[in-house]
């Protein structure tokens, strides 16, 4: 069974930086198309950015674009996301998660959550001076 857990979250002040790690176990993250997600109270969950199989094609949401970098680890079946000049809207839970369909050479991912099944429980990234 596929399970995604991230880390690498924290406190950190406005232009600094971050990486968060997703990691899979029960599959080989390399066959999927793999997405972060973010969200605070009260709001719905945005896309951030995604990295499909194959290629790895990347997409992201039009907020970081420019300021966050996703990209994939395979010897540690890990999809990192690189985060600088961080603002204090960026503060939230990010996620990691798996798009089940997204196992074609050629599939583009989409920063949507709802392409996407199997989700991690979050990890906390709070900008702040």
């Known amino acids: 069974q596929a399970q995604l857990v991230e880390s690498g979250g924290g406190l950190v002040q406005p232009g600094g930086s971050l990486t968060l790690s997703c990691t899979a176990s029960?599959?080989?993250?390399?066959?999927?198309?793999i997405g972060w997600f973010r969200q605070t109270p009260g709001k719905e969950r945005e896309g951030v950015a995604c990295i499909s199989n194959g290629a790895g094609r990347t997409n992201y949401g039009d907020s970081v674009k420019g300021r966050f970098s996703i990209s994939r680890d395979s010897a540690k079946n890990t999809v990192a996301l690189q985060m600088n000049n961080l603002q204090p809207d960026d503060t939230a839970v990010y996620y990691c998660a798996l798009d089940p369909g997204g196992t074609d050479a050629n599939y583009i991912c989409y920063v949507s959550q709802y392409f996407y099944e199997t989700w991690g429980q979050g990890t906390q990234v709070t900008v702040s001076s």
């Open positions: 029960g599959i080989t993250a390399d066959y999927y198309a």
